[in-house]
């Protein structure tokens, strides 16, 4: 799929500010929307959307095709006669630039129990035809979902295979009794992903109306205590005895890590997923592209080998790489679906395998300039050495530090080489001196956290690789993205020929 000159801002919805102690879908988002099209933007970068489990992570969700429900508007479903203003304020957990997520977890499902309750009743009969006509389009994993929800509700939150025996191998008597026996919570479950859809689905047709792309993500991985597993279970590497992960993913030791990082999620049987024609990705690109407009497919490299890392251990340390699937899962893909608009994650322990796959596909591959100046002038994240614009230039992602937090930590022997490399040097404008780097460099896409265009330092970090809580809940301030920041912005753009083409 073709993919042009342009530039945008990485923010997670939940960094959003607003009301309701955490960012969501309502009129701050559609102001974050005309504030990228003030500045010039045409991308949208956002991590995944769904509904999020212990340490609030996007990257180990309940389910891969789900809504969270933590970003749905209460003002919007006030509107539709399903709450009262009067019920909005008692409880609201405490504005500030973090998301106290063990208040606003509580708030919030609250309050869509409540509407959830008053669109049971008939108080907004308009709505009914639309629910109706979004279960049957969603039926193929919204039933699955809605079911693993509720029962994780009536038992403490336990993962699907400490659940009875029969319930987690999805015995057919079981699963009927317990959608019986948990019928309002299953329809409870359907509706909040209803009204996040609904609201998600208006959101992109706005940013779609003034030429900004939304920039989704694949993580590679599930969480092994999902919708997705307890429904596909022949699909992983499970323990048959517990249903627990037999081969974990991680990553060997990194940049990011001396024992590498571990992330417990089941890898693939990708012998079985082969038999049924790779059935399973096919419908999650599906899904996927009626939700964002591109896709960034994370840990790319995992597709052409993939660390794995046996039951048991503590770090990945004592994983081993195997084979994964290559070029057959995203010709099963293209075959289904079309040409894709995919960006390959490809970072951390690249070969040339995993180069030569990624070019296969013509998929554009990722630039990270807080990684290009820990070497000489060979590093392959220096905008000389890209050889190609087909990749995506980042100053730092989601994992990385700020870059004025960044920047701070090195040496001044290290500054200094940033500087030389720049040919100038201020400490306070350093992260617009790599925002313009970035900027000018051939990369076809220049993609720029918001922190960074503030200035922000590490106490605004979004997320710290192999660190179990604490990620996750920065947000900025209504005030935040001013006309200033928007025309420096769109200057930068404009200079480097990153704007919409009139």
Known sequence: MAIFRASGILLHPTSLPGRFGIGDLGQAAYRFVDFLGDSGQQIWQILPLGPTGYGNSPYMCYSALAGNPLLIDLDALREEGLLEESELDPGRPTEGDRVDFDAVIPYKMALLHRAYGRFKDGANPDLAQEFEQFCEAQQSWLE??????????????????DWEPALAKREPEALAAWRDRLGDEVGFSKYVQFEFFRQWQALKAYANDRGIAIFGDIPIYV??????????PDLFCLNPETGKAALMAGVPPDYFSETGQLWGNPVYDWDALAATGYRWWIERFRHTLTVVDWIRVDHFRGFEGYWAVPEGETTAIAGEWLPGPGAALFEAVDQALGQLPIIAEDLGIITPEVEALRDRFGFPGMKILHFAFDSGAGNPYLPHNFGSPNYLIYTGTHDNDTTVGWFRQRSPEDQERVYNYLGYGNPDSIHWDLIRAAHASVAVW?????????????????????????????????????????????????????????
């Open 144 to 161: 699955d979902y809605a079911l693993f929800i509720a029962v994780k509700r009536t038992t403490d939150d336990a993962p699907w295979y």
């Open 223 to 232: 969480a092994g205590d999902s919708a997705d597993v307890w429904a596909n």
């Open 446 to 502: 220049s993609i720029i956290p918001l922190q960074d265009l503030f200035g922000l330092g590490t106490e605004c970090r979004f997320n710290t690789p192999g660190l179990a809580t604490g990620n996750w809940d920065w947000r900025y301030g209504p005030d935040d993205c001013t006309d200033a920041i928007a025309q420096r912005l769109r200057w930068l753009t404009e200079l480097y020929g990153r704007a919409p083409q009139s």
